[in-house]
C-alpha cells in the first residue's frame, strides 16, 4: 500500500495529521543524531541533488513552460526558473549549512544557585517544523537544510507553480540525507496541492510546532489570520532609507540606487527614501534614481526639485511596491525621519546613511525594526549576507527571533538542572 507522503486520495486532515506524526517520531531520532552524522547527511543530500540534476531540470522546464502557459509574469518566471548555475548554487547552500556550527546543545547560561542547584539553559529543536511556501523550488532545499542541521523534522507544502520541481528536489535531497542516516519522514512534502491542506497544515496544534509562510502578502495574511500554530513571519518589507543631512553626496547615490534598483522584487528593497532638508544632493540623488529607470512619487517638496516626480498619495507611504517605483520624502531633520519611520514602516530593515556618528547611534537605537542599518544598502537583509547560510524566513514580529532566521532561530531552549539530593522547604 502507497505511504500517505504518496497518496492523494487521503482527505486533507487525515493526510496532515498521518504525516505530522509521522514527521514527530523522524523528528525524536534525528535530535538524537550527533552534529557530525547531521552534517555529514546534509553533504549527501547535497551531492545528490547534483547526480540528480538532470532530472530537477526537466521537471523545472515543465513548470515554466505550464507558468508560461497560465500567465505568470516575467518576474514569476524568474523566480520559479532554475538552470545550472542556480541548481548548483542550491547544493552548495545546503553543504554551507552542513558546515555552520550546530545550534543544538549549546549551553546559553548557567548559573549556582544558593542552595547548589545547577541550572543551565540549553538550546534544543523547536520540533516539527510546516513551511509554506510560493514559486521559488530552491525554497524546498533551504528550509529542509536549516531544519535537519537545527535538528527540526519539516513538512512542506510548496506553491503549484513550482510542483514538478519541488518534488524532484524533494527526492534527491531525501535520498541524500537518508543515506546519512537522516530518516526520511524527517523532511516530508505534501504529495497534493489542494489548498484544504493548508488549512489543515494552520489547524494542527500539537501536531506542527511552528509555521513558516514564504511567499506574498495573500499567503502570509491568510497564515497569520487562520493559523492555531504559532507562526514565523512577516506581512510586509516597507523599508526605508534616510538619508542625514551629515551624508556622503556620493555614498547616498550608491547606496540608495543599490537599495532600490539592485532586486526590485526582494522583501529588503528600500520603497520609501527620506531625504533630509539640510541634504546637499537632493537633486542629484533623486536623479540618479530616475536615470536608473526608477518611477519617482514624492510629496509637494520632493515633486518641487524634479518635474519629473509624480505626486504621491497617502496610499503610496504604506506600499511594498516589489517593482522600480519609489516614493519620497523630504524630512525636517532626524526626529522626523524617525515620526515618518515608526507611522509607516512594517519593521523589517530601515538604513540611514550619514557622516554624522551621534545621529547614527539614536538611529539604530530608536528605530524599532528587526534589522536597523547604518551606511548599508537594505537589500543586505539577508541571512546568507548574515553569515547565517540559508535563511528560512525573515520575522518582524517580537516574539522568538527577528530578522534573518536561520538555525540558532530553529531552536528553543529547556533548562538543566542538577541537584545533590535537595529537597524544597
Not at 20 to 43: D, I, N, T, Y
Not at 117 to 123: A, G, I, M, N, T
Not at 135 to 158: E, H
Request: charged share 20%.
Amino acid at each position: 500500500m502507497a505511504s500517505a507522503a504518496t497518496r492523494t486520495d487521503i482527505d486533507p486532515q487525515t493526510l496532515v495529521e498521518t504525516l505530522a506524526k509521522a514527521g514527530r517520531a523522524a523528528q525524536r531520532q534525528l535530535a538524537a543524531m550527533p552534529s557530525e552524522a547531521k552534517a555529514a547527511s546534509l553533504r549527501k543530500g547535497a551531492a545528490a541533488l547534483r547526480a540528480d540534476a538532470a532530472a530537477i531540470l526537466a521537471a523545472n522546464a515543465r513548470d515554466l513552460a505550464a507558468g508560461e502557459a497560465n500567465g505568470l509574469t516575467p518576474a514569476m518566471l524568474d523566480r520559479l526558473k532554475l538552470d545550472e548555475e542556480r541548481l548548483e548554487a542550491i547544493a552548495a547552500g545546503v553543504e554551507a549549512v552542513a558546515s555552520l556550527p550546530d545550534p543544538v546543545g549549546e549551553v546559553i547560561n548557567s548559573v549556582e544557585r544558593p542552595n547548589g542547584l545547577q541550572l543551565s539553559r540549553v538550546r534544543v529543536p523547536i520540533g516539527l517544523i510546516g513551511i509554506i511556501y510560493e514559486s521559488r523550488p530552491n525554497v524546498t532545499a533551504d528550509a529542509a537544510a536549516l531544519c535537519v542541521r537545527a535538528g527540526n523534522a519539516a513538512l512542506l507544502r510548496g506553491g503549484s507553480e513550482a510542483v514538478n520541481s519541488n518534488r524532484a528536489i524533494h527526492a534527491a535531497l531525501v535520498r541524500g540525507l537518508a543515506e546519512g542516516g537522516v530518516p526520511e519522514a524527517a523532511v516530508q512534502l505534501l504529495p497534493t496541492q489542494d489548498r484544504a491542506a493548508v488549512g489543515a497544515m494552520l489547524a494542527a496544534a500539537g501536531l506542527i510546532d511552528m509555521i513558516v509562510p514564504r511567499g506574498g502578502k495573500g499567503l502570509v495574511e491568510r497564515v497569520q489570520a487562520d493559523a492555531r500554530v504559532p507562526v514565523l513571519a512577516h506581512l510586509d518589507g516597507i523599508c526605508h532609507t534616510y538619508v542625514h543631512s551629515a551624508a556622503d553626496p556620493a555614498m547616498a547615490r550608491e547606496i540608495a540606487v543599490n537599495a532600490k534598483m539592485r532586486r526590485t522584487g526582494i522583501c529588503g528593497a528600500m520603497e520609501t527614501l527620506l531625504i533630509d532638508t539640510g541634504f546637499a544632493d537632493s537633486s542629484g540623488l533623486i536623479g540618479a534614481m530616475i536615470e536608473a529607470g526608477c518611477e519617482v512619487r514624492g510629496d509637494a517638496r520632493a515633486q518641487a526639485l524634479d518635474p519629473r516626480i509624480g505626486p504621491a498619495s497617502d496610499a503610496d507611504w504604506d506600499t511594498e511596491y516589489l517593482a522600480p517605483v519609489l516614493s519620497v520624502a523630504i524630512v525636517d531633520g532626524l526626529d522626523a525621519a524617525m515620526a515618518h519611520i515608526a507611522n509607516h514602516s512594517s519593521n523589517h530593515t530601515d538604513a540611514i546613511v550619514t557622516s554624522d556618528d551621534t545621529a547614527a547611534a539614536r538611529f539604530l537605537t530608536e528605530v524599532d525594526s528587526a534589522i536597523v542599518m547604518h551606511n548599508a544598502s537594505t537589500q543586505y537583509a539577508d541571512g546568507a549576507e548574515f553569515g547565517l547560510g540559508a535563511e528560512i524566513g525573515i520575522a518582524t514580529g517580537r516574539l522568538h527571533a527577528r530578522g534573518p532566521v536561520a538555525l540558532e532561530g530553529l531552536t528553543t531552549y529547556k533548562w538543566l538542572v542538577r541537584g545533590s539530593g535537595q529537597a524544597r522547604p
